[in-house]
């Protein structure tokens, strides 16, 4: 009898095949900081072969020649990645990127925004996410950013009460 698993059913003569086991493929597979570090500080002391070995075993071909690419690059970064490894915050991060860069309101219109809500809230009024997408939509609009661009998604939200440090 064949076992109850979420999914697709099971085509009758098949019940007993074993199931594709995913694939360990490092191709895309990215490093903390910290662990980057870690490859070139073992790429410096033992070199290419050894540290391919070490932390790519069993990887030949396309995927090998990538990671030795990377390990090179990364060596020519070592200043900065060395920097940010030894950043608490930072060192398990897999990239750097800066303030700003994904938030497309400007500070000046969050600051506003965290007005507004500190007002509405001293007055006793919760503040749903559904009324800071609307106020949020509304202070794009003002700055002439098209909806298209700016959306105030859950992620937006989130990441707003974050950096406000809001529950």
Not at 23 to 30: G, V
Not at 32 to 54: A, C, H, N, W
Not at 101 to 106: H, I
Not at 149 to 156: G, L, P, Q, T
Request: proline fraction near 5%.
């Amino acid at each position: 009898m064949a076992q109850v698993r979420g999914g697709r059913p099971t085509l009758p003569g098949n019940e007993n095949r074993p199931s594709k086991q995913r694939s360990t493929n490092l191709k895309r597979k990215r490093l903390t900081y910290e662990e980057k570090l870690r490859v070139i500080k073992s790429y410096e002391q033992f070199g290419m072969p050894t540290t391919l070995d070490r932390f790519y075993p069993n990887v030949s071909g396309s995927v090998r020649e990538s990671a030795r690419k990377n390990i090179h690059l990364w060596a020519s970064n070592k200043a900065f990645i060395e920097e940010r490894a030894n950043d608490p915050v930072r060192a398990s991060h897999r990239s750097t990127r800066g303030p700003g860069v994904s938030t497309t309101l400007s500070p000046e219109v969050e600051d506003k925004l965290v007005r507004w809500i500190c007002d509405l809230r001293t007055n006793g009024v919760p503040v749903t996410h559904i009324m800071l997408r609307e106020k949020a939509l509304e202070a794009a609009k003002e700055e002439g950013l098209d909806h298209s661009v700016f959306r105030a998604s859950e992620a937006w939200i989130n990441g707003f009460k974050r950096r406000h440090a809001m529950d």
